[in-house]
Structures are given as structure tokens and as C-alpha cells.
Nanobody
Framework: QVQLVESGGGLVQAGGLLRLSCAASGLTFSAYAMGWFCRAPGREREFVAAISWNGGRTYFADSVKGRFTISRDYANYTVYLKMNSLKPDDTAVYYC??????????????????WGQGTQVTVSS
């Protein structure tokens, strides 16, 4: 079975940093683009970042551009989201997702094939 398991969330102060990890199994990792989405209270699920299947292209929401970095480790079947200069508005549950056969549609949550259970990120003032 396909599994995406997020980890690394927690409570940090504004201006701090976190690194989220998403460990993938049950799929051909290199055949999938990988994305991160978030869901905050009172908001719909929002795109955060994505990386292409070969790692050659990355994409970021305007709200996190310059602060977050996405990367993937093919040897360990893991995608990372490095979150710097965190703001209280970043508080949300962050979800990892895998996308196959829809190149260029990284921004749209309904295009992703598999999802993790999420990890909570809380940023205090």
C-alpha cells in the first residue's frame, strides 16, 4: 500500500525554523512529483510547495517564497520542506502529497494521487 508519513512538525516561536519530512513507501518515488499543502483553521487547503519528479523544478506559494525550500532525497524516498522565518500565519496542518501523470498541475490539490495524514505546525508570537 502507498504510504506518505509526515513528521517534523511542532511548536516554534515566530522567526524560528522547522524541517518537515515526508517518507514515501509503496510507490515508485522517482515517478512522482511531490507537493506540500496546508490547512489552517478557517481556511481551505492551500498549496505550499512542490518539486518535480526529477527534482529539476520547484514551485512555491507567494506567501512562502524566499522562506521555504523543498527538496527530495531519492535514496531515502523522502521529501523535505524546510521552513525558515516562520510566522504565526504559517500555523496549519501540513500535508505531503504525491502526483503522477499530471505534469504542470502542481498547484491543484485535486490532481494529487496520494496524501499523508499531516503534521501540525504551530508558530507562536
Amino acid at each position: 500500500q502507498v504510504q506518505l508519513v509526515e513528521s517534523g512538525g511542532g511548536l516554534v516561536q515566530a522567526g524560528g525554523l522547522l524541517r518537515l519530512s515526508c517518507a514515501a513507501s509503496g510507490l515508485t518515488f522517482s515517478a512522482y512529483a511531490m507537493g506540500w499543502f496546508c490547512r489552517a483553521p478557517g481556511r481551505e487547503r492551500e498549496f505550499v510547495a512542490a518539486i518535480s519528479w526529477n527534482g529539476g523544478r520547484t514551485y512555491f506559494a507567494d506567501s512562502v517564497k524566499g522562506r521555504f525550500t523543498i527538496s527530495r532525497d531519492y535514496a531515502n524516498y523522502t521529501v523535505y520542506l524546510k521552513m525558515n522565518s516562520l510566522k504565526p500565519d504559517d500555523t496549519a496542518v501540513y500535508y505531503c502529497a504525491a502526483l503522477k501523470d499530471h505534469p504542470g498541475n502542481y498547484y491543484y490539490h485535486n490532481e494529487y494521487d496520494y496524501w499523508g495524514q499531516g503534521t501540525q505546525v504551530t508558530v507562536s508570537s
